[in-house]
């Protein structure tokens, strides 16, 4: 079956950085666009970073030139490194995997990231 599964979040100083990661299985990952969303108290799901079969990104106006959205593809992984962070990027922050061709999405189950002093 299919999963993913995120690790890397915890408890950061503003400024600081995290590094999250996301391992797939179950899934050919070369067919799968892959993305990072969060989800903050009281807020809806919003899209942070994707990064497409290709290798070209896209990123939310509010962290660009923070964030980096990678793959690994030996690795089946899929990484979001967050540099300068800030509190409002405190949220749970969710992989997603959609097949290119059929449109069908697989979630984690979320890490948090919690940016405080």
């Known amino acids: 079956q299919v999963q993913l599964v995120e690790s890397g979040g915890g408890l950061v100083q503003p400024g600081g950085s995290l590094r999250l990661s996301c391992a797939a299985s179950?899934?050919?990952?070369?067919?799968?666009?892959m993305g990072w969303y969060r989800q903050a108290p009281g807020k809806q799901r919003e899209l942070v970073a994707s990064i497409t079969t290709r290798g070209s990104t896209n990123y939310a106006d509010s962290v660009k030139g923070r964030f980096t959205i990678s793959t690994d593809n030996s690795k089946n992984t899929v990484y979001l490194q967050m540099n300068s962070l800030k509190p409002e990027d405190t949220a749970v922050y969710y992989c997603n995997a959609k097949n290119v061709w059929t449109g069908r999405a697989y979630w984690g189950q979320g890490t948090q990231v919690t940016v405080s002093s």
């Open positions: 179950g899934i050919i990952f070369s067919i799968y666009m």
